[in-house]
C-alpha cells in the first residue's frame, strides 16, 4: 500500500497527495506532525530514499537556524533532531513497493505508484 507522509498545510504535499489520490490506488496518509514517526521508521525511510538525514532536513525552518546550523552533528543527532522537531521533516514523503521518493516537484512520485 501506499503511504504518504503529509502536511496537510504544504502546497507540495496537499498537490503530492492529490497525483496519488488520482492514480485510483488504496493509499495511507500519515500526519507526520501528529504521529510523528519512531527513530526506527525515520531510519527506514532515508534507508529507502538513500540519503543521508541530514539531506531530510528543512534547513530553512527556524527552529534549525536556532538550534542546529552552525552545529556538526552525527547522523543519529540529525535524525534525533527531526524527531525532536518534526517540522524539520522535509514533505511530502511517499512510500511504495520497498521505494521511496520526495514529493518536490510533486509530480517526482508518479513513478513508484
Not at 506532525?33 to 538525514?53: D, F, H, R, Y
Not at 542546529?68 to 535524525?79: A, G, Q, R, W
Request: proline letters at 7%.
Amino acid at each position: 500500500m501506499i503511504k504518504i507522509y503529509h502536511n496537510p498545510r504544504c502546497q507540495k504535499s496537499r498537490e503530492t497527495l492529490a497525483i496519488i489520490e488520482a492514480a485510483n490506488k488504496d493509499f495511507e496518509i500519515v500526519k507526520y506532525l501528529e504521529n510523528i514517526p519512531t527513530k526506527k521508521e525515520l531510519q527506514n525511510i532515508l534507508s529507502l530514499l538513500a540519503i543521508p538525514a541530514i539531506d531530510l532536513v528543512r534547513k530553512n525552518e527556524a527552529v534549525w537556524k536556532e538550534l542546529y546550523k552552525d552545529k556538526t552533528l552525527s547522523e543519529d543527532e540529525v535524525i534525533n533532531a527531526m524527531l525532536e522537531n518534526p517540522k524539520l521533516i522535509e514533505r511530502p514523503i511517499v512510500i511504495n513497493n520497498g521505494k521511496a521518493i520526495i514529493g518536490r516537484p510533486p509530480s517526482s512520485v508518479k513513478p513508484i505508484l
